[in-house]
């Protein structure tokens, strides 16, 4: 079945350290996006990618990078700079342009920084 | 001016009722509109999407889009309590090569038995 695979569900780390979370998709999808949500609050986008090798930033991307090597993989670190990283990150994907093509996400993954 | 209003409710309905949701975008420009349902603690799931002014039926639920007030609503019919869940209206950014979904913070629905 096609889909976006993020891992792992939930992730734990002390302060200070990066931390890395994966995002697979096998939709062939060109586009890959990262959304963060905290409680109560919509999804605000980190960084978002249209085409492999090639990535633009989002509302909130400091603190936060990303890689398109490949057309299925995106994942997104959180460094030591993000100020308050504990939230549910959503990665997602769409097969071109927002215009006209909705956004699929996977199942998330939940940081807890302490 | 957020970007994209929602009243956070919760919007509380009997089952069997119908279920109105109202969204307000504040980019002119925008032209595509999404629902995205959200159960606690997982992951959007697409709803609907529209892109002309009127009406879009799927099934129970109904999108409506008026361009003009700047307004998009989702009306689910004969609401069931496996309804109850956070409802999530999105826009694209006017500018379309931008990639950017716009979401609002979302309605809290709950459907009584």
């Known amino acids: 079945d096609g889909g976006i695979t993020q891992s792992p569900k939930y992730l734990f780390r002390k302060e200070g350290q990066n931390v890395t979370l994966s995002c697979e998709q096998n939709?062939?999808?060109?586009?890959m996006y990262w959304y963060r949500q905290d409680p109560g609050q919509g999804l605000r986008l980190i960084y978002y990618s249209q085409i492999v090798n090639d990535f633009q930033k989002g509302d909130i991307a400091e603190g936060y990078s990303v890689s398109r090597e490949k057309k299925e993989s995106f994942p997104l670190t959180v460094t030591s700079a993000q100020k308050n990283p504990t939230a549910f990150y959503l990665c997602?994907?769409?097969?071109?342009?927002?215009?006209?093509?909705?956004?699929?996400f996977g199942n998330g993954t939940r940081l807890t920084v302490t | 001016q957020k970007e994209v209003e929602q009243n956070s409710g919760p919007l509380s309905v009997p089952e069997g009722a119908i279920a109105s949701l109202n969204c307000t975008y504040s980019d002119r420009g925008s032209q595509s509109f999404f629902w995205y349902r959200q159960y606690s603690g997982k992951s959007p799931e697409l709803i609907m999407f529209?892109?002309?002014?009127g009406d879009k039926e799927d099934g129970r639920f109904t999108a409506q889009l008026n361009k003009a007030s700047q307004y998009v609503s989702l009306l689910i019919r004969d609401s069931q309590p496996s309804d109850s869940a956070t409802y999530l209206c999105?826009?694209?950014?006017?500018?379309?090569?931008?990639?950017?979904?716009?979401f609002g913070q979302g309605t809290t629905l709950q459907v009584k038995p």
């Open positions: 999105a826009v694209n950014s006017g500018s379309s090569n931008t990639g950017k979904l716009i």
């Open positions: 939709l062939n999808h060109d586009a």
């Open positions: 997602a994907s769409s097969e071109g342009q927002l215009l006209l093509s909705p956004l699929h």
């Open positions: 529209i892109y002309s002014n």
